[in-house]
């Protein structure tokens, strides 16, 4: 069987180090078997990768890429607390859009991180979810994902 870690080393993916918060909160939190992760940001090596809005000055293609990128920010904020190997199921993805008016893609944006942790935990990484278009979000972030997961 390949591990998490492996699977990103397959996908030729690093897992990249722990974004620290941008405000008063923790990266994530476990309770009891449950680890919430905090809204992730498409943060590389401390920066933002894009700004503005998807449908006005970013496209869904790049927006998809920037969700994948939250959705490898929140690997690693699992990882640091409890291990990616510890994950039993992948329970819920919550994705926001920073849309421009009339966008509706917003699904389509947030499978950027939900293909990644099928692709990185298989049958356990299929999970419930949400994808939500908003008005802003913080650092005028393009896309911001928050997950939920089993740990054993």
Same mark, same amino acid.
């Given at each position: 069987?390949?591990?998490?870690?492996?699977?990103?080393?397959?996908?030729?993916?690093?897992?990249?180090?722990?974004? @620290?918060?941008?405000?008063?909160?923790?990266?994530?939190?476990?309770?009891?078997?449950?680890?919430?992760?905090?809204?992730?940001?498409?943060?590389?090596?401390?920066?933002?990768?894009?700004?503005?809005?998807?449908?006005?000055?970013?496209? !869904?293609?790049?927006?998809?890429?920037? !969700?994948?990128?939250?959705?490898?920010?929140?690997?690693?904020?699992?990882? !640091?607390?409890?291990?990616?190997?510890?994950?039993?199921?992948?329970?819920?993805?919550?994705?926001?859009?920073?849309?421009?008016?009339?966008?509706?893609?917003?699904?389509?944006?947030?499978?950027?991180?939900?293909?990644?942790?099928?692709?990185?935990?298989?049958?356990?990484?299929?999970?419930?979810?949400?994808?939500?278009?908003? !008005?802003?979000? @913080?650092?005028?972030?393009?896309?911001?994902?928050?997950?939920?997961?089993?740990?054993?």
């Amino acid at each position: 069987m390949t591990g998490p870690h492996a699977k990103l080393a397959e996908l030729g993916l690093k897992l990249p180090e722990l974004v @620290p918060p941008v405000a008063s909160y923790v990266p994530a939190v476990q309770s009891g078997q449950t680890v919430y992760v905090s809204g992730q940001l498409p943060i590389a090596d401390g920066k933002l990768l894009a700004t503005g809005k998807v449908g006005g000055g970013v496209s !869904a293609e790049q927006a998809k890429d920037l !969700a994948q990128r939250c959705g490898l920010n929140a690997l690693a904020a699992i990882d !640091a607390l409890v291990g990616l190997e510890n994950v039993v199921k992948v329970v819920k993805l919550t994705g926001f859009v920073a849309s421009a008016p009339g966008f509706t893609g917003q699904p389509g944006v947030i499978n950027g991180a939900s293909e990644l942790f099928g692709a990185v935990f298989g049958e356990a990484g299929r999970h419930a979810r949400s994808a939500v278009g908003v !008005a802003e979000l @913080p650092l005028d972030a393009p896309v911001e994902v928050e997950v939920i997961v089993e740990v054993g």
